[in-house]
């Protein structure tokens, strides 16, 4: 089945920069990648997501990029701010079937 | 927005209990899934459900797992023998398109002591 890994597991930045998370993927077939952004205690919530047949998308502050060929996708988070302080999630699915394999994680701390 | 709603929020049961966790999908969603996500963990696939049957499941989701739509708007996630391991946050989802553009309900948080 697909695996999905995730780079860094804890990223700090000072407000005003740029995060950047790193997911790997290893089924060639998957064609669908969101990300979601879990607060402490809450639900996994869908912040953005990009389907094979673009390489990128972006949301305001947010944009993910999608690299096929090396198996890869990135969520950005430019100008961040204390509230995107969360745990991002990454995850791969083909469209075919019924089952989004998550990464580990990471967890972002915004310091103001 | 609509939203996924899960209860309880919280239950704590004794091992080798049979436990009920229960979701309210979206209203014109079509595609149901459980996952679960233990403590400090990634989120795990359980099981999907499509047109009153289940069209995936994981290795996680053995015999002790079973799922139901017993009404037109309940889904529900059975653990008819649980283990102190089954403790974890169970989260329901509901999409519109299969395998796209999840909801997540906001998580029942499952203790087996």
């Known amino acids: 089945g697909e695996n999905v890994e995730q780079h860094p597991s804890t990223l700090s930045v000072q407000e005003g920069d740029s995060a950047v998370i790193k997911c790997t993927y290893s089924?060639?077939?998957?064609?669908?990648f969101p990300w979601y952004k879990q607060e402490l205690g809450k639900r996994p919530q869908l912040i953005i997501d990009?389907?094979?047949?673009?390489g990128e998308k972006k949301d305001q502050r947010i944009a993910v990029t999608l690299n096929k060929t090396a198996k890869h996708f990135s969520l950005h988070i430019t100008e961040t701010q204390p509230e995107d302080s969360a745990v991002y999630f990454c995850a791969a699915a083909y469209y075919g079937n019924n089952r989004l394999a998550f990464g580990k994680g990471n967890q972002v701390v915004v310091i103001p | 927005e609509p939203e996924v709603t899960q209860t309880p929020s919280h239950q704590v049961t004794q091992m080798g209990q049979e436990v009920i966790l229960r979701c309210v999908p979206i209203?014109?969603?079509?595609?149901f899934y459980w996952y679960r996500q233990i403590l400090g963990q990634k989120v795990e696939f359980l099981v999907s459900f499509y047109n009153n049957e289940i069209s995936e499941k994981s290795e996680i989701f053995d015999d002790q797992f079973s799922v139901e739509r017993p009404d037109g708007s309940n889904f529900t996630l059975k653990i008819r023998s649980t283990k102190l391991e089954d403790s974890a946050m169970y989260f329901c989802?509901?999409?519109?398109?299969?395998?796209?553009?999840?909801?997540f309900g906001s998580g029942t948080r499952l203790t087996v002591v």
């Open positions: 989802a509901s999409s519109e398109k299969q395998n796209y553009g999840y909801t």
């Open positions: 089924d060639s077939a998957s064609n669908y």
């Open positions: 209203s014109n969603h079509l595609y």
């Open positions: 990009i389907r094979s047949n673009v």
